[in-house]
């Protein structure tokens, strides 16, 4: 467990539960993904042909039908008066040609919303592989100062409420577009007159949809973002679910869950409402062009300007015109969710990263395990510093312990040896070079860590062993384990190495899963080792099997064990006393007994604590 813990930002916490305005960077946003899609010009331009291909074959249906409908009317007519008939062979013809119209307009359509589906679903793939590689090339002080659910809903929500929306709103975008052009030229070419009648209701139309993207936009916004701190609660609450029972937390975790719950209500519901109002307002104003356009279609045709047909045709695209500008209204609140949920990936993704690699870097065959901390000076924030001018020099094989009380810096300091903050003044170096002037991957492909936090994945043993090192045959990670004591229990275990672990391996012990950990570690045979209070979770028995352990693990490498239990580290080589950032003491065990100073004080408060248990 990290001494030095950033505060953290936790949602649904005091000043959490606040009104968010809309997206920051609307445009800037929509235009980052426009570029992420732009990738895939070939398939965009397909779904555009196929698109104006479909909208034009089932634009031209409603005219080609009026013909039919003008043929009906003519037929009728003739044969009231007993000078002919109905010609149903013309009209079975025209409504064959029709049905045909339809049938390409609706192959055509299938093929772009294929095209498309495969579009977004592989900008999907790119942008989870991204923000995958961006993790690991962000700061460490990102993660100490976010829950874990705030980072997955970026990968997963985010993502795929942007892939969906991306979907259905680009493909709606341009056939309403299409549309509108080809029912537009349509209307003009049966009668100016009723299309200009009918294109009043634009204007209303585009004043009713702006007001309401204006106000749905914020609320879009907040959904998205307190649906990553709902995330972020139940993914920590049932992480810590036994503490939250043991300490009868459960009223004010409900409370907090609840008051975070209510902001996404309250987004939610508003902003689903903005949207839905869009269609039976213009469902009232498309009826108003109905009976604008019947009305004058009617004193056309009894003038002879027009056929039945016609009217029949044109009340048709009156339909087809207001239809797509409803739908343009419906995709207004995919586009903006989709922009709100586009801003949030892509905030991520121009997150500050931590430099990968060195201008001039350092390339050793060999790592020795010499290290050297010399004026180190260090604060997570400037104008706070921890640590102050830490000076050690480190031999390769030596066991340093570094002791001290909570909050001492004994974690930072580990921190730091791994690059995982930079030094504000000073240098660490191994083997006599600058960590800084290494590549990260390669800095950190020298230390190998046992934690207090055991950390082991789904899979069975032998996998979780063989992580240390991926290319190790069975042989070797048998070998590990018996060198980290833990040969024995794994083989009585239903199983053996085959033994499939669980979600949180909470089917073997505390101290098992530490065993576990220190084979992995043998494993992959680090030259420096990082052993961060690896004993403090289990009994005596069990630490005396760890200790043993882990006596095996640092044979021949150079190793700094953090630890509160100072009767495991007596036989260290040097023993670092740390107190508010500084190294207050330093040498072996019995020269700080006796210095009698502040280690002996923590050393004898121990020792008395035992003797009292």
């Not at 504000?424 to 600058?434: A, C, R, T, V, Y």
């Amino acid at each position: 467990m990290s001494e030095h813990r950033r505060p953290g930002r936790r949602p649904g916490g005091p000043g959490a539960i606040g009104h968010v305005e809309k997206a920051k960077d609307f445009k800037g946003s929509i235009g980052k993904l426009v570029a992420y899609v732009g990738k895939n010009k070939i398939g965009l331009i397909c779904v555009v042909i196929f698109v104006a291909v479909s909208t034009v074959f089932s634009v031209a249906g409603p005219k080609v039908l009026g013909k039919a409908t003008t043929a009906l009317a003519e037929g009728l007519t003739n044969k009231i008066s007993g000078i002919g008939g109905i010609d149903f062979t013309y009209i079975s013809r025209i409504l064959l040609f029709v049905l045909g119209l339809y049938l390409l307009s609706s192959a055509f359509n299938f093929i772009q919303g294929w095209i498309m589906t495969g579009i977004t679903q592989r900008l999907c793939y790119r942008l989870r592989k991204e923000i995958s590689e961006k993790i690991n090339r962000m700061p460490m002080k990102y993660f100490e100062s976010r829950t874990y659910g705030e980072v997955l809903s970026r990968i997963t929500n985010d993502v795929d409420t942007l892939g969906n929306s991306l979907n259905q709103s680009v493909t709606q975008i341009i056939t309403s577009v299409a549309t509108l052009i080809g029912v537009l030229v349509m209307m003009l070419s049966i009668s100016p007159l009723m299309t200009l009648i009918s294109l009043i209701i634009l204007p209303i139309s585009a004043g009713l949809i702006s007001f309401v993207v204006k106000k749905s936009q914020k609320y879009f916004k907040t959904q998205q973002e307190y649906l990553g701190h709902i995330n972020g609660q139940v993914e920590e609450v049932y992480g810590g679910h036994l503490v939250i029972k043991s300490f009868n937390k459960e009223k004010e975790t409900i409370q907090k869950f609840d008051d975070t719950n209510a902001v996404l209500y309250e987004s939610a519901w508003k902003s689903q409402f903005l949207s839905g109002m869009m269609q039976p307002i213009m469902m009232f104003v498309g009826n108003l062009g109905y009976a604008a356009v019947a009305l004058s279609g009617g004193i056309l045709a009894a003038n002879g300007v027009i056929t039945i047909g016609d009217i029949q045709a044109f009340i048709q695209y009156v339909k087809n015109f207001t239809q797509p500008i409803q739908q343009v209204a419906q995709v207004a609140n995919q586009v903006q969710l989709m922009a709100a949920a586009a801003e949030r990936v892509f905030e991520f993704l121009d997150e500050e990263e931590e430099e990968q690699t060195a201008a001039n870097p350092v390339h050793l065959e060999k790592i020795d395990g010499y290290v050297d901390f010399k004026n180190v000076h260090f604060g997570y924030r400037e104008d706070q510093i921890i640590i102050n001018d830490f000076n050690a020099s480190v031999k390769p094989g030596q066991k340093i312990a570094i002791v001290g009380p909570t909050g001492a810096g004994k974690t930072t300091m580990v921190k730091l040896l791994m690059r995982f903050y930079d030094v504000n003044s000073g240098e660490i170096l191994l083997d006599g070079h600058n960590i800084k002037d290494f590549n990260r991957r390669e800095l950190r492909d020298a230390f190998g860590m046992v934690l207090q936090d055991t950390w082991l994945f789904k899979g069975t043993i032998m996998e979780n062993i063989r992580y240390g090192k991926i290319e190790a045959t069975d042989e070797e990670v048998i070998a590990a384990a018996k060198a980290a004591h833990a040969h024995h229990f794994i083989q009585t275990l239903p199983g053996g190495y085959n033994m499939e672990l669980n979600e949180d391996a909470s089917n073997v012990s505390q101290g098992q899963k530490q065993l576990l950990t220190i084979a992995r570690a043998i494993l992959a045979d680090n030259r420096v080792l990082i052993l961060d209070e690896a004993t403090s979770s289990v009994d005596t028995r069990t630490e005396e099997r760890i200790q043993k352990a882990m006596d095996n693990l640092m044979k021949g490498r150079t190793s700094f064990i953090i630890a509160h239990r100072l009767s495991t580290i007596r036989n260290a080589d040097l023993i670092l006393v740390m107190k508010d950032g500084d190294i207050i003491e330093q040498g072996t065990h019995n020269e700080l007994l006796e210095m009698n100073g502040f280690y002996a004080d923590l050393y004898n408060s121990q020792f008395e604590s035992m003797e009292a248990v």
